[in-house]
């Protein structure tokens, strides 16, 4: 890490958090829900126990490591906080002693002195945007590889080229001008410019218009992380794969951070974004890495890219219907008329959405609840198929497990798209999204 890059976190900690906000909400970033973690990265079979060891690779304020120690924190898991900023290690302190929490350890060096430290080796490793900041992002991501156990799995968040075409742009205008200015002269320059900008800027078409200027203008650590970075490198699909290869890993799957729109794992899908037919499937018989990078290029909207990476290669696997002995379980619960309103409009068009901008339409059968309902966590894929066949499905003289394996297969792939359904396995750790619920309607 640069002297540059140390002193603009030490004046600037990033993201913006005041700790007394810790008493009113809990921010939880979709990369570190732990159930989407156990799902992607270990199968639906890891044990969130007392043996749990989590760490979070620079940390700034804290957002990943009070995620991380408050779902472990019931059974006794650990995180390890990694920051070399003073500053923003302050602000961290501050809001996990905010939530009492007791299940962090804090440690202020630089990823690579860490990794020389040799420290006990960890299950899940979080490390969202750091990586591109460091002169040397591929030492950055070997020397975590380093100090991953053989089975872990690491979180990523890394900056997107195409959607970010806008901020490269405005780095290369204003490059010429930061020659002699100290960084609060860079802040007060951008600003200016901030506020008034020509309406046709692409800063506006990337954040959505005046909303992201606005709030932009407000949170001068967002001004200075975004378009006064020192160091940052951004990647395409592409570059993703090339760099988890560079430390000998595996990308398993795609996810979203912060949110879901623009950089959930939908946004990779072929199927989410090209409607004809025949081009679907010529799409579709490409490997699964071009069919993603195809995906960035027609959306041209992904800023970043947050994903997973695994010692073994996982990705042609975790899109397809779980393992016989693993058990699919609502991750976004439905709500409470769910069921009733599916077998209510039976027969009819209808949407499904999860209040988060994400909705399937499909025409529901009379039976599409029963089997929605068996999906409880504790059933079996095996399990469940036998219901499918011998309980809901009409006995006809053909190979009905056949066909109750593929509907099974159907429904999954239409759930679990949007991560609407997970697997572990039965009764394993389950633990729901806590901010979205599925919801029927007609069309």
């Not at 002195?113 to 070997?142: M, T, W």
């Not at 800027?201 to 378009?227: A, H, R, T």
């Not at 409470?336 to 499904?352: N, S, W, Y």
């Amino acid at each position: 890490m640069s002297q540059q890059v140390r002193e603009l976190y030490e004046q600037f900690p990033y993201p913006l958090r005041d700790p007394q906000q810790e008493k009113d909400r809990l921010l939880m970033p979709p990369l570190d829900t732990l159930s989407r973690v156990n799902h992607y990265c270990f199968g639906g079979i890891k044990d969130f126990d007392g043996a749990f060891r989590a760490l979070v690779a620079g940390g700034g304020t804290g957002d990943s490591m009070i995620w991380l120690a408050e779902q472990l924190r019931a059974v006794g898991g650990k995180v390890t906080y990694l920051e070399p900023s003073s500053a923003s290690t302050k602000v961290a302190r501050a809001r996990a002693e905010a939530r009492g929490l007791s299940n962090v350890t804090f440690v202020q060096q630089t990823i690579s002195d860490f990794a020389k430290s040799e420290p006990e080796l960890f299950d899940y490793i979080n490390c969202a945007g750091v990586l591109h900041h460091l002169e040397d992002p591929e030492q950055g991501l070997r020397d975590l590889g380093s100090v991953l156990k053989a089975d872990g799995a690491m979180g990523i968040m890394v900056y997107g080229e195409h959607g970010r075409l806008a901020v490269t742009e405005w780095r290369k205008m204003i490059q010429p001008l930061l020659d002699g200015k100290d960084l609060q002269q860079q802040l007060s320059m951008t600003r200016a410019l901030l506020s008034s900008l020509p309406e046709h800027n692409m800063l506006l078409k990337m954040g959505g218009g005046s909303g992201f200027i606005k709030g932009l203008l407000e949170n001068d650590p967002e001004i200075v992380d975004l378009l006064l970075h020192p160091v940052e490198c951004a990647y395409d699909v592409d570059g993703v794969y090339d760099f988890a290869a560079s430390a000998d890993l595996h990308v398993a799957a795609f996810t979203g951070f912060f949110g879901f729109g623009g950089t959930g794992k939908a946004h990779y899908n072929v199927e989410n974004l090209v409607r004809d037919p025949a081009l679907l499937r010529e799409l579709r018989a490409k490997p699964l890495r071009d069919q993603q990078a195809f995906c960035e290029r027609l959306a041209g909207a992904m800023p970043l890219h947050a994903f997973y990476l695994t010692r073994k290669d996982k990705s042609q696997t975790v899109e397809m219907l779980p393992d016989a002995d693993r058990a699919p379980y609502f991750f976004v619960p439905p709500n409470e008329t769910f069921f009733d309103d599916l077998v209510a409009l039976a027969g009819q068009p209808v949407l499904i959405e999860d209040g988060a901008g994400n909705a399937v339409d499909l025409t529901g059968g009379p039976d599409l609840a029963r089997l929605l309902a068996v999906f409880d966590g504790k059933n079996s894929v095996a399990e469940i198929i036998a219901i499918l066949r011998d309980d809901i499905l009409d006995t006809q003289p053909i190979d009905m497990n056949s066909i109750a394996i593929n509907t099974l297969g159907a429904v999954w792939a239409l759930f679990h798209k949007f991560d609407w359904m997970l697997a572990s396995k039965p009764g394993g750790w389950q633990e729901s999204d806590g901010e979205r619920e599925l919801s029927v309607r007609k069309v």
